[in-house]
């Protein structure tokens, strides 16, 4: 096997040492066979507030590395000869990749319509309803916990229970009040995370739960908790626009990207076709 030989040339005087920035460009650090690092090629930010002694241990570790480097490499080269044209296929194969794809991102940048509206996700969830089927079941729901402390309890009771927006609108204004509250029930939710957020049912069974329009309470030591389920879609139904309505706008940004990326290659060929510039025999 063949033995290396390396020749390191780091030279620093006491200068070097007080001040690596003021080191010339051109000034060899090392060598590996015919392969020579300069100090204009190592790239690390001297400040002038480090430690002379640190600028030191950061540039000798720099420069073992590119050693390190260049020896594989030379290594790997000399050993792997019989593999040369399948690894230039495959440097060409990253390089087309590259190119292509940060030029395809630049166009997507520059030409993508991003601007989704209401009538959009309408169109494309009626378009794509079977594709929406739900893996578990969805709840809306309001949920209060009424601690002891509160001496009208009964009133904040009769608050949640009312049927009337302006009950609802008092209970809102009086929530500081409250253990817990959760009145975003315009949200669908796992039974999970419902459970998580309704705390005071967390060992209710989900099949007594998922009693539509109900409203359950339950006492104990800690006080009043009343859950009042608005609203549940079951497995397999499904799901509710507005609980997948981010996703939409991720599959119509996708969709509209992929047919701009189809456009511009499609232009590309006519536009090189009507300039000659490529003939298929």
Not at 96 to 107: D, I, P
Not at 149 to 172: A, H, I
Not at 256 to 278: C, H, N, P
């Amino acid at each position: 096997m063949r033995i290396f030989l390396i020749i390191i040339s780091i030279i620093f005087t006491s200068c070097d040492f007080l001040n690596l920035n003021k080191l010339q460009s051109d000034k060899p650090l090392a060598r590996v066979f015919d392969s020579y690092l300069y100090m204009g090629d190592v790239n690390i930010n001297f400040s002038d507030n480090i430690d002379p002694k640190d600028s030191i241990v950061l540039l000798n570790s720099y420069v073992n590395i590119w050693v390190k480097n260049k020896l594989m490499m030379y290594k790997s080269q000399e050993n792997l000869t019989n593999r040369e044209g399948e690894f230039h296929k495959l440097i060409e194969d990253y390089k087309y990749s590259l190119y292509v794809n940060a030029y395809k991102e630049m166009a997507v940048k520059q030409h993508l319509d991003t601007l989704i509206n209401d009538s959009d996700i309408d169109e494309y969830y009626l378009n794509n309803k079977s594709n929406f089927k739900l893996n578990e079941d969805l709840f809306r729901f309001s949920y209060i916990h009424i601690g002891h402390e509160v001496s009208n309890d009964q009133y904040f009771v009769d608050l949640f229970t009312s049927p009337n927006k302006s009950d609802r609108d008092t209970l809102v204004e009086l929530e500081l009040e409250l253990k817990a509250t959760h009145f975003n029930d315009s949200v669908w939710y796992g039974f999970a995370h419902m459970k998580n957020i309704a705390y005071g049912f967390s060992k209710y069974n989900k099949g007594y739960l998922k009693r539509n329009k109900h409203v359950f309470t339950r006492k104990d030591s800690l006080g009043i908790f009343l859950l009042k389920i608005n609203e549940v879609v079951e497995r397999n139904k499904i799901s509710p626009q507005k609980h997948i309505s981010s996703t939409i706008k991720m599959m119509i940004l996708h969709k509209r990207k992929i047919e701009l990326i189809k456009k511009i290659e499609q232009t590309l060929i006519d536009d090189a076709k009507k300039k000659k510039q490529f003939e298929i025999y």
